[in-house]
């Protein structure tokens, strides 16, 4: 089993959709979960971090976390074709300082 | 403020040829990670370093690959010698502590071909 799993996708969404992306995680004491996209070609860079249970809202992205279920999710309101990158979920052992990314999912928002 | 600075970008090499890898990261940030990211895959932890010390290097080969911090500012990451599996982009990112909540800050990449 991977430490952290995502949907395999690829994901694709009509413009002015919702597209809902999840992430499993196996190391129970992780208490960091961020959310990275990446273009193709590009570096991933951060969209949204959470620490706590519950919901987290950023303009059109909501980050979702349920550390009993260790699944945490991002939601992206009105999708628009800026938003087809691939999303990598990183989940953070702050006592052990380590972070682990899950493979992504391709997300495609058609217009 | 500056991001993490990588050089090259771009590195083509024979497979048994030598290769390096130069990382200068945020400014006034302890942590320092490389990463490999393989077409289709996710960023896999190579070496993890807090200022000049290795958090984690439990995923580096070490028969071909080595990493160095010795100013506990910027690193440098070998490889030798390649293989034709090593093609991958490799990634440097920063963060200001390994054991804090911080973000990880990703420089461009150094796109890595073994022929």
């Known amino acids: 089993q991977k430490e952290v799993e995502q949907n395999s996708g690829p994901l694709s969404v009509p413009e002015g959709a919702i597209a809902s992306l999840n992430c499993t995680y196996s190391?129970?004491?992780?208490?960091?979960f961020f959310w990275y996209r990446q273009y193709s070609g590009k570096s991933p860079e951060l969209i949204m971090s959470?620490?706590?249970?519950g919901d987290k809202e950023d303009g059109r992205f909501t980050a979702q976390l349920n550390k009993a279920s260790q699944y945490v999710s991002l939601l992206i309101r009105d999708s628009q074709p800026s938003d087809s990158a691939t999303y990598l979920c990183a989940v953070k052992n702050t006592n052990a300082g380590k972070s682990t990314f899950g493979d992504g999912t391709t997300l495609t928002v058609k217009p | 403020e500056a991001g993490v600075a990588q050089s090259p970008r771009y590195k083509i090499i024979e497979k048994r040829q030598s290769v390096a890898f130069w990382c200068n990261p945020i400014?006034?940030?302890?942590?320092l990670y490389w990463y490999q990211q393989i077409l289709g895959q996710g960023p896999k932890l190579l070496i993890q370093f807090q200022n000049n010390g290795v958090v984690d290097d439990s995923q580096l080969p070490k028969d071909r690959f080595s990493a160095e911090r010795l100013k506990g500012v910027d690193s440098t990451l070998k490889i030798q010698p390649a293989k034709l599996e090593d093609s991958a982009v490799y990634l440097c990112?920063?963060?200001?502590?390994?054991?804090?909540?911080?973000?990880?800050?990703f420089g461009p990449g150094t796109r890595l071909t073994v022929l």
């Open positions: 190391d129970r004491v992780s208490q960091s």
């Open positions: 400014s006034g940030h302890a942590t």
């Open positions: 990112a920063s963060s200001l502590d390994s054991f804090g909540t911080d973000t990880q800050y």
């Open positions: 959470i620490y706590s249970n």
